[in-house]
């Protein structure tokens, strides 16, 4: 990082409701004093009511970008000028970008999940089935992810079933020959569908603070040893869903590797400049 703030200095940030724990502001910081830029990564946490006016407060302060996290991804499109195309098919945005007043919408998710899972879960997603908890922003990007790399089966279980079938709906039309399966979260299938799993996603907020003592799981049990499961969330680093998946013998895998390569990517868009994504992480990872 540059020593001092000056005239030149360029701002870009991270809008959520829920972010005091974020770790965006250390990773983006850390990437800027490493290789000395001159730019500053502010947290902008704000409340629903505002969002429009803080995404209009982009332009009006020159903002070079911004990342957009839980729960906005869905709700900030209607405000932007432009959505880039795959952004647009799975229609969440996690970063924007600021060209000359114009403020276009990315998806850098997709790229940080499926790089995370092939790194650091070692898995091939190829012919594989899955279970995901959740149908919100999050999940719309892990679930692209799956059926680009060609996962043979999705099973969505959300809390609100008409939101899981909405991503069927959608995602069946870019993937014709995609097997999705939409639940609700109560649904007697959930035993037979995680036997039959290799990977198991939570995409939902249980976990997260202040529901520190919540699952999207309630049975544990049901986790196996063939499972790689792993949770968007990285505060607390280990949640309650993965202490109970490591109990029963499965591999684990938190939200910060996935934060971390998104995380650079959205970097690159913003600057044009693009660090190891691997390099950053034992930063992170030290430091957190
Ligand atoms: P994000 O952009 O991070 O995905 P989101 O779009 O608000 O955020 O989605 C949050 C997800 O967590 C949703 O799947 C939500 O379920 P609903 O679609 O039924 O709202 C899920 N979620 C949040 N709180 C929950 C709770 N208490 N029980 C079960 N699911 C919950």
Same mark, same amino acid.
């Given at each position: ?124 997603? /190829?012919? =594989? +089935? ?9 999940? #719309?990007?892990? @679930?692209? &992810?799956?059926?680009? %790399? ?12 008409? /939101?899981? =079938? +909405? ?9 014709? #020959?995609?097997? @999705?399966? &939409?639940?609700?979260? %109560? ?102």
């Amino acid at each position: 990082m540059k020593k001092d703030i000056n005239g030149k200095t360029k701002i870009i940030g991270v809008i959520g409701k829920n972010i005091e724990n974020s770790l965006s502001p250390l990773i983006h910081n850390q990437i800027i004093l490493k290789y000395s830029l001159n730019f500053r990564y502010m947290p902008f946490q704000i409340t629903e009511t505002d969002l429009g006016k803080a995404i209009q407060g982009i332009k009006g302060l020159n903002i070079k970008g911004v990342n957009i996290t839980f729960p906005y991804k869905e709700k900030v499109i209607e405000f932007l000028d432009e959505v880039e195309e795959s952004a647009r098919r799975i229609g969440a945005v996690n970063t924007i970008v600021n060209n000359k007043g114009i403020l276009t919408g990315y998806n850098t998710d997709v790229f940080g999940f499926k790089k995370s899972l092939q790194e650091d879960g070692k898995f091939a997603i /190829k012919k =594989k +089935k899955t279970v995901i908890f959740g149908a919100g922003g999050a999940a #719309r990007g892990v @679930i692209y &992810a799956l059926l680009e %790399e060609g996962i043979e089966e999705i099973c969505i279980f959300n809390r609100t079933l008409e /939101k899981a =079938k +909405k991503i069927k709906q959608d995602f069946s039309s870019f993937f014709p #020959r995609s097997c @999705i399966n &939409a639940f609700s979260l %109560e649904e007697e299938n959930l035993k037979d569908k995680i036997k039959k799993a290799h990977l198991l996603v939570n995409t939902t907020s249980l976990g997260m603070p202040p529901k520190i003592d919540d699952a999207p799981l309630q049975n544990q049990n049901l986790f196996h040893s063939n499972l790689l499961v792993y949770d968007l969330i990285y505060y607390p680093a280990k949640t309650l869903f993965l202490r109970r998946a490591e109990r029963a013998g499965a591999k684990t895998i938190n939200g910060l590797p996935m934060l971390v390569y998104q995380g650079i990517e959205s970097f690159y868009l913003w600057t044009g400049f693009k660090p190891e994504g691997k390099e950053i992480l034992e930063i992170i990872e030290r430091s957190a």
